[in-house]
């Protein structure tokens, strides 16, 4: 370790050896060494490139133009064949700003994001007092207690490394609105759909058309600050959201291959979501997914397999998965040559386990893998695979998945805020999670191996 004592640089960012309060442990020295240089980690220099090259790139934006222009220049870079792009309508939404204040008992500002598909307050806003409720059952039971008010959602979102607290708490942020409007109340407020304890308030789409009430989510920090105001009396709050639905554009799922040796007309296919929410660049969600199956496929550039490796960076998936509809409708007849698909859409972390659904040999095929799948830390699981939103549709057709798991203990953190940026990609995640996708593309286009078709009972993805 002495070698790399003399040559490394330590998070005190100075030269090593560190200051003595600084210094080291000899753990930290081993990690230091393990650890991968990020510029040599390409899954990571390419989500750090889409989201500070790009920015924001919330559907029908400008960003999403641009977005688009930079996945087809990365891919041609990168070596693809057939790198074009596929026209997809996408539903525009497009935020003006949100404003939103407690009034009394104890005026101060609150940290708010309009939801996806808000409709706008009047332009003075709405001042209200707040009826809090823990769960849509309670906003059920509301009866007249709501009219006139703002109804706010206080349900908090379970940390899990499977991430199964964001689909035990995300329907509040779909059906809530609709609810609290049904029960005559003025506007809503919904705790952050989001594991974090500070400031950041987390987007996200409520649904395009369910409900005509303004919306926003609130900082967890402030909703616990609403919660605490309202157990000691009446709160009143007002809320200013200016926002549109600016119709339809067009948008567009890019794709490039690495043609296969032998049987090009069957493929394999490797996606993420090139889209992302506006408040932030989207490093983790999904710039992180699209830098891994672009670096995952590129590795086959000059090495091509037996069978075609698609990448297809889906539009449009944060907003209303026009992309991954689109894609599966246009694509219906190939369904049956569509080996397997595979979706990076669950941020930076580590792997920690592999799933496969389609035909009852399915897990046996990847059977050949278990080995170095184990070794490289994602060992087959007999839990069937989920899939994602934008493969969803090609489930739905028959099309086996398979689902590289990351650890996403921290991913609903940052997930749709602000602070979705590179400084919250983990190099060594990512480089895990490549080599892992990449025994997988290598093992099921590289081999003839058959992991037959999803069966109709089971084409619903279930999370
Ligand atoms: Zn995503």
Not at 27 to 37: I, M, T, W, Y
Not at 241 to 262: K, W
Not at 321 to 349: F, I, N, P, Q
Request: overall charge negative.
């Amino acid at each position: 370790m002495a070698v790399a004592l003399a040559t490394l640089t330590f998070a005190c960012g100075a030269p090593a050896p560190c200051p003595r309060e600084a210094r080291p442990t000899a753990s930290e020295v081993h990690s230091h060494a393990a650890r991968p240089d990020p510029e040599r980690v390409l899954a990571y220099v390419l989500a750090r490139s889409l989201a500070d090259e790009v920015g924001p790139r919330l559907a029908g934006s400008e960003g999403d133009r641009r977005a688009v222009a930079w996945a087809t220049a990365k891919m041609q870079e990168l070596g693809f064949a057939n790198v074009h792009r596929e026209a997809v309508k996408v539903p525009v939404w497009t935020r003006v700003r949100e404003e939103a204040r407690v009034l009394s008992p104890a005026p101060q500002a609150l940290a708010v994001t309009a939801l996806g598909w808000s409709a706008p307050t009047p332009p003075g806003g709405v001042e209200a007092e707040i009826v809090e409720v823990s769960s849509l059952a309670d906003a059920d039971a509301l009866g007249d207690r709501a009219r006139g008010k703002i109804v706010f959602y206080n349900v908090p979102t379970l940390r899990a490394r499977d991430g199964h607290g964001y689909g035990q708490t995300v329907p509040v942020r779909f059906e809530g609105p609709t609810k609290a409007e049904r029960a005559g109340a003025a506007a809503v407020l919904l705790r952050s759909v989001g594991t974090d304890d500070g400031r950041f308030p987390h987007t996200g789409s409520m649904g395009r058309g369910t409900s005509r009430l303004p919306t926003a989510a609130v900082s967890n920090a402030d909703a616990d600050l609403l919660h605490r105001l309202g157990q000691r009396g009446a709160v009143r709050v007002k809320l200013v959201v200016d926002a549109r639905d600016d119709g339809e554009a067009e948008s567009a799922n890019v794709v490039g291959e690495i043609p296969g040796t032998a049987a090009p007309g069957e493929v394999v296919l490797l996606g993420a979501h090139l889209d992302s929410w506006d408040v932030g660049t989207g490093a983790v969600d999904d710039a992180a997914g699209c830098g891994l199956v672009l670096a995952a496929a590129s590795r086959f550039v000059r090495a091509p397999l037996r069978r075609t490796v698609r990448v297809v960076l889906f539009a449009a998936e944060e907003n209303s998965v026009s992309g991954g509809k689109e894609y599966a409708r246009a694509h219906a007849a190939e369904a049956d040559r569509l080996v397997m698909a595979l979706e990076m859409d669950h941020g930076t972390g580590a792997p920690y386990e592999t799933r496969v659904v389609g035909g009852p040999g399915a897990a046996r095929a990847l059977g050949p893998l278990a080995a170095a799948l184990a070794a490289a830390g994602a060992p087959l699981s007999a839990e069937a695979a989920f899939g994602g939103t934008d493969v969803g549709p090609l489930r739905a057709l028959g099309v086996p998945i398979v689902d590289v798991r990351q650890d996403a203990s921290t991913y609903f953190d940052v997930h749709h805020t602000a602070d979705d940026v590179p400084a919250r990609l983990d190099p060594e995640g990512l480089a895990k999670t490549t080599r892992v996708i990449e025994l997988v593309v290598a093992h099921v286009a590289g081999e003839p191996v058959d992991l037959g078709r999803v069966p109709e009972g089971e084409r619903k993805p279930r999370h």
